[in-house]
Nanobody
């Protein structure tokens, strides 16, 4: 059974940092690219970052370039999203996603003073 479980969200002040984690099981994690999405109620889902199966290449949405870093540990079946210099507009539910396999339940990130 496929599982993706995000953690690390919370309330943070503007300019702060959070590190999201997504622990996975039930599929060939090392053979799968991974994505982080975010969604705000009433808005379309946004692809925040993506990483290749080996972790050699990443892409980022323009809105987060230079502030967010996606990484993975294939030995731990885990993907991460380091978020720095957070802004109120980063407030959303963040999901990790394994293309064509599944996604997690999400973790809420709220950036507010």
């Amino acid at each position: 059974q496929v599982h993706l479980v995000e953690s690390g969200g919370g309330l943070v002040q503007p300019g702060g940092s959070l590190r999201l984690s997504c622990v996975t099981s039930g599929f060939n994690f090392g053979g799968s690219a991974m994505n982080w999405y975010r969604q705000v109620p009433g808005k379309a889902r946004e692809l925040v970052a993506a990483i290749t199966s080996t972790g050699d290449n990443t892409i980022y949405a323009d809105s987060v370039k230079g502030r967010f870093t996606m990484s993975r540990d294939n030995a731990k079946n885990t993907v991460y999203l380091q978020m720095n210099s957070l802004k109120p507009e980063d407030t959303a539910v963040y999901y990790c996603d394994a293309p064509r396999i599944g996604r997690g339940q999400g973790t809420q990130v709220t950036v507010s003073s």
